[in-house]
């Protein structure tokens, strides 16, 4: 099977559930705090440049959620400058190959099926991807 590193927000129930998937296929992961890596715009981007600006955005976060950040309305270098200064923001989990150095954004399970495998009874749910608790405002690590 395949090591990945794993970019987790800690705490975070949705991820929990993205790295049980993975390691039921038979993954094994070096899980690593999304919010405390030392980001530089180039590391960064070696994970979102593939995508719309859109996209890279963690739709559950606050200040998303309240509408103060539109991401649709921002150009690439404004959204970059959000992030880091606010990993919050970044959209999870962020995945990197370690046999290949591949790397993705999010959990579409189909997606992630196609690049490292997942077990049968994860192809079931269309996306391991958001919160576990939509309700509910996650808790901030460490409060």
Excluded: Y
């Excluded at 923001?89 to 962020?94: A, D, E, K, S």
């Excluded at 192809?123 to 939509?134: F, W």
């Amino acid at each position: 099977m395949t090591h990945l590193i794993f970019f987790e927000k800690p705490g975070c129930g949705g991820n929990a559930r993205q790295r049980a998937a993975l390691q039921a296929a038979g993954h094994t992961l070096a899980v690593r705090s999304l919010l405390s890596e030392p980001w530089t715009a180039a590391s960064l981007l070696a994970f979102l440049a593939p995508l719309p600006v859109a996209g890279w955005f963690n739709r559950a976060a606050p200040r998303v959620k309240s509408g103060e950040i539109v991401p649709e309305q921002l150009d690439a270098d404004t959204a970059l400058a959000l992030l880091l200064a606010e990993p919050l923001l970044i959209r999870r989990p962020l995945m990197q190959r370690c046999d290949d150095g591949s790397r993705r954004v999010g959990f579409d399970t189909a997606a992630i099926d196609a690049w490292v495998g997942l077990a049968p009874a994860t192809l079931a749910r269309s996306s391991l991807e958001g919160c576990a608790h939509p309700a509910e405002p996650c808790a901030t690590p460490g409060s």
